[in-house]
Nanobody, 128 residues
Framework: QVQLVESGGGLVQAGDSLRLSCVAS??????????MGWFRQAPGKEREFVAA????????DFADSVKGRFTISRDNAKNTVYLQMNSLKPEDTAVYYC???????????????????WGQGTQVTVSS
Protein backbone atom coordinates (compact mmCIF):
# COMPACT_ATOMS: atom_id res chain seq x y z
CA GLN A 1 0.00 0.00 0.00
CA VAL A 2 1.26 3.42 -0.97
CA GLN A 3 0.17 6.61 0.73
CA LEU A 4 0.60 10.03 -0.84
CA VAL A 5 0.09 13.23 1.12
CA GLU A 6 0.12 16.62 -0.60
CA SER A 7 0.69 19.97 1.04
CA GLY A 8 1.47 23.55 0.10
CA GLY A 9 -1.75 24.70 -1.47
CA GLY A 10 -3.38 28.00 -0.66
CA LEU A 11 -4.87 31.26 -1.85
CA VAL A 12 -2.56 33.52 -3.85
CA GLN A 13 -2.81 36.39 -6.30
CA ALA A 14 -2.16 36.19 -10.02
CA GLY A 15 1.58 36.30 -10.68
CA ASP A 16 2.51 34.74 -7.35
CA SER A 17 4.30 31.44 -6.78
CA LEU A 18 3.54 28.33 -4.77
CA ARG A 19 5.39 25.10 -4.15
CA LEU A 20 3.43 21.92 -3.63
CA SER A 21 4.94 18.92 -1.92
CA CYS A 22 3.91 15.29 -1.91
CA VAL A 23 5.36 12.81 0.54
CA ALA A 24 5.08 9.13 -0.30
CA SER A 25 5.18 6.22 2.11
CA UNK A 26 4.51 2.52 2.20
CA UNK A 27 5.80 -0.60 3.87
CA UNK A 28 7.42 -2.09 0.76
CA UNK A 29 7.51 1.06 -1.31
CA UNK A 30 10.67 2.01 -3.20
CA UNK A 31 10.07 5.61 -4.20
CA UNK A 32 12.78 5.80 -6.82
CA UNK A 33 11.10 3.10 -8.90
CA UNK A 34 7.94 5.12 -9.40
CA UNK A 35 7.18 7.77 -11.94
CA MET A 36 5.46 10.60 -10.09
CA GLY A 37 2.89 12.93 -11.54
CA TRP A 38 0.78 15.94 -10.69
CA PHE A 39 -2.77 16.33 -11.92
CA ARG A 40 -5.38 18.98 -11.24
CA GLN A 41 -9.12 19.23 -11.31
CA ALA A 42 -11.08 22.45 -11.52
CA PRO A 43 -14.78 22.60 -10.59
CA GLY A 44 -16.92 21.03 -13.30
CA LYS A 45 -13.92 19.85 -15.29
CA GLU A 46 -12.10 16.59 -15.84
CA ARG A 47 -8.94 15.84 -13.92
CA GLU A 48 -6.05 16.83 -16.17
CA PHE A 49 -2.35 16.12 -16.38
CA VAL A 50 0.04 18.81 -15.19
CA ALA A 51 3.53 17.31 -14.93
CA ALA A 52 5.45 14.08 -14.46
CA UNK A 53 8.96 13.04 -13.51
CA UNK A 54 10.74 9.72 -13.90
CA UNK A 55 12.08 7.73 -10.97
CA UNK A 56 15.55 9.26 -10.93
CA UNK A 57 14.44 12.61 -12.26
CA UNK A 58 16.05 12.23 -15.65
CA UNK A 59 12.98 13.18 -17.61
CA UNK A 60 10.16 15.61 -16.95
CA ASP A 61 6.99 16.24 -18.93
CA PHE A 62 4.53 19.10 -18.72
CA ALA A 63 1.14 20.05 -20.01
CA ASP A 64 1.33 22.81 -22.60
CA SER A 65 -0.69 25.09 -20.33
CA VAL A 66 2.04 25.13 -17.66
CA LYS A 67 5.25 24.84 -19.69
CA GLY A 68 7.71 27.54 -18.78
CA ARG A 69 5.88 28.36 -15.53
CA PHE A 70 5.87 25.10 -13.55
CA THR A 71 8.73 22.78 -12.70
CA ILE A 72 8.64 19.33 -11.15
CA SER A 73 11.42 17.81 -9.06
CA ARG A 74 11.94 15.05 -6.56
CA ASP A 75 14.11 14.15 -3.61
CA ASN A 76 14.31 10.38 -3.42
CA ALA A 77 16.05 10.50 -0.06
CA LYS A 78 12.95 12.18 1.34
CA ASN A 79 10.37 10.28 -0.73
CA THR A 80 9.07 13.64 -1.86
CA VAL A 81 8.04 15.17 -5.16
CA TYR A 82 7.59 18.90 -5.65
CA LEU A 83 5.67 21.10 -8.02
CA GLN A 84 7.01 24.63 -8.23
CA MET A 85 4.38 26.90 -9.71
CA ASN A 86 5.39 30.38 -10.86
CA SER A 87 3.47 33.15 -12.60
CA LEU A 88 0.20 31.68 -11.43
CA LYS A 89 -2.96 32.53 -13.30
CA PRO A 90 -6.61 32.36 -12.22
CA GLU A 91 -7.07 29.44 -14.62
CA ASP A 92 -4.59 27.46 -12.51
CA THR A 93 -7.19 27.32 -9.75
CA ALA A 94 -7.92 23.67 -9.00
CA VAL A 95 -7.41 20.84 -6.59
CA TYR A 96 -3.94 19.46 -7.26
CA TYR A 97 -3.33 15.74 -6.88
CA CYS A 98 -0.10 13.82 -6.57
CA UNK A 99 -0.01 10.41 -8.25
CA UNK A 100 2.39 7.47 -8.44
CA UNK A 101 2.85 5.22 -11.45
CA UNK A 102 3.99 1.72 -10.51
CA UNK A 103 6.60 -0.14 -12.51
CA UNK A 104 6.79 -1.48 -15.12
CA UNK A 105 6.32 1.92 -16.72
CA UNK A 106 4.96 2.65 -20.18
CA UNK A 107 5.66 5.55 -22.49
CA UNK A 108 2.37 7.18 -21.50
CA UNK A 109 2.88 9.84 -18.85
CA UNK A 110 -0.20 12.03 -19.09
CA UNK A 111 -3.07 9.60 -18.64
CA UNK A 112 -4.84 9.23 -15.30
CA UNK A 113 -5.20 5.52 -16.04
CA UNK A 114 -1.44 5.04 -15.85
CA UNK A 115 -1.24 6.06 -12.21
CA UNK A 116 -2.05 3.58 -9.48
CA UNK A 117 -1.92 5.64 -6.32
CA TRP A 118 -3.36 9.05 -5.56
CA GLY A 119 -3.21 11.59 -2.80
CA GLN A 120 -6.19 13.38 -1.34
CA GLY A 121 -5.43 16.65 -3.11
CA THR A 122 -4.58 20.18 -2.08
CA GLN A 123 -6.53 23.28 -3.11
CA VAL A 124 -4.83 26.03 -5.08
CA THR A 125 -6.81 29.21 -5.62
CA VAL A 126 -5.44 32.07 -7.70
CA SER A 127 -7.28 35.37 -7.52
CA SER A 128 -7.13 37.96 -10.27
Amino acid sequence: QVQLVESGGGLVQAGDSLRLSCVASGRTFTFSLYRMGWFRQAPGKEREFVAAITGRGGRTDFADSVKGRFTISRDNAKNTVYLQMNSLKPEDTAVYYCAADSPPLTAVVDSRNEYDHWGQGTQVTVSS
